[in-house]
């Protein structure tokens, strides 16, 4: 009997948790809870950054006004940045990123894309319009953290893709099996990031009267011997 009565002690004990457990889970849910709540503010700051410093500059701007527009304290946001510089930091590097995953990097991977090295350019200026801080960035008006998009993780992850990109259309014959995937690769990024440059600070038309000379360049260094086309002798 007092066996019994035992093993149905053990039973519920095993099977109910204990106040300590279930203050563990409660404190559990509850850091999920701020840390996703912490999230959000995070992001709704640095979504006021990158529009507050896209239209006014580095200079012009304060965490204050920027603060203000996100919803929270000014004492709130350096809970989440050091100071302004590194706030326009993470901004820059937010902005810039988006740009790059949506005009580089899906064009990249996507293999409906056959003149993908050449579609590049034209697909980051038509991402621009939404991002006014890598307008700004790449427009040269923030001189000091220009080549700062040149280090940026998403930049690695467009140069991975082209590469791989490279060494699947050498193997279906389609790119000169001569080249080195990852030394073009880096080289179309670079030069695409270049052009984007000029776009921005020339303005499209510009820019879109060499479109032809830039793809023709793009097919001579890429196509195999037999599957270029002639050039008509001027």
Known sequence: MVQARSRRAGAESSAAPTRQESALGSAGRAGTARSAKGEQTRRAILRAAIERFGRDGFRATSVADIARDAG????????????????????????????????????????????????????????????????????????????RVLEIPALAEVRKAAVERLRDEQLRGRVRADLDPELVGNGIVTIMLSLLMSVVQLGVDAVERYGAEVASVFHAALEPLGERAPVDAP
């Open 72 to 147: 929270v304290s000014g004492t709130l946001a350096y809970a989440y940045f050091a100071n302004k510089e590194d706030l326009f930091l993470a901004a820059v590097d937010e902005d810039a990123a988006s740009v790059i995953r949506q005009g580089l990097l899906e064009t990249i991977v996507d293999p409906s894309v056959e003149d993908w090295a050449q579609t590049l350019v034209w697909s980051v200026v038509a991402e621009l319009d939404g991002h006014p801080l890598a307008r700004r960035l790449l427009a040269g008006l923030e001189p000091d953290v220009t080549a």
